[in-house]
């Protein structure tokens, strides 16, 4: 597991990776590397991360981030919702070539950096959308995964995700400690939209402490039966 008081590059003030890092990252260490320097240097200026989150980059973002990606199939598109300032789609692009990754996010200045950092890193298997979850879903994406990080309490993620994902589709919303609780509450909300297979995951443990916690919830059934259903099922089991 990462330690809790990691070295720091004399030259961009970021945090050194943690030999976990090196283990989980092989090849695309070096990228995620720089983008570690990007979250510690621009993202913090441009007020994306707190100060205080720069000597804690590695274990509570980007690893943390990083071993979702078990949870993701092979060549999936994934829409990463509300990305910020790039968590964890950007982690997950670095780590996953193999994914096409769309960061959707409503605010300019986060799109602006957003755009640099892609462009930065090279990353040809994304692209920046300034769009809310909502004007995206209006396109009719069908998507295999989406992500989201921070965004907002599961009644309302589920809402804006669930509508861009294929029928099967997946939503990993990384959540906190209250995941459980979260998850309880919105079961209602779930069952409305489709929403079936909601569990509490805990990955990574080996790599990152506490573990990455996450809800995973599948879309089904297809749209088409969905809308033969009135929208209302509360009186429904």
Not at 161 to 175: F, N
Request: hydrophobic share 45%; charged share 25%; glycine share 8%.
């Amino acid at each position: 597991m990462t330690g809790t008081s990691p070295a720091v590059s004399r030259e961009t003030g970021a945090p050194e990776p943690p030999e976990a890092a090196r283990a989980l990252l092989g090849d695309r260490l070096a990228t995620m590397v720089a983008y570690a320097e990007l979250l510690a240097s621009e993202a913090v200026l441009r007020g994306l991360i707190g100060p205080r989150e720069v000597p804690r980059l590695w274990d509570r973002h980007l690893l943390n981030c990083a071993v979702v990606a078990e949870l993701v199939p092979s060549g999936a598109t994934v829409d990463d919702v509300g990305s910020g300032a790039g968590l964890p789609g950007i982690v997950l692009a670095i780590l996953r070539p193999d994914l096409k990754v769309a960061l959707v996010e409503p605010l300019l200045r986060r799109t602006v950096f957003l755009e640099e950092a892609v462009q930065t890193l090279g990353l040809s298997n994304v692209v920046v959308l300034r769009q809310r979850a909502e004007e995206r879903a209006s396109s009719r994406p069908s998507r295999d995964v989406v992500t989201a990080r921070a965004v907002a309490p599961l009644e309302r993620l589920a809402g804006w995700c669930l509508p861009l994902l294929k029928p099967g589709g997946v939503l990993l919303a990384l959540k906190g400690s209250a995941a459980d609780e979260e998850l309880l509450a919105a079961r209602d909300v779930l069952r409305r939209l489709g929403g079936v297979g909601a569990e509490v995951l805990r990955v990574g443990g080996d790599v990152v402490d506490p573990a990455t916690t996450v809800v995973r919830i599948h879309r089904s059934p297809s749209p088409a039966e969905l809308r033969s259903h009135p929208r209302d099922r509360r009186s429904r089991p």
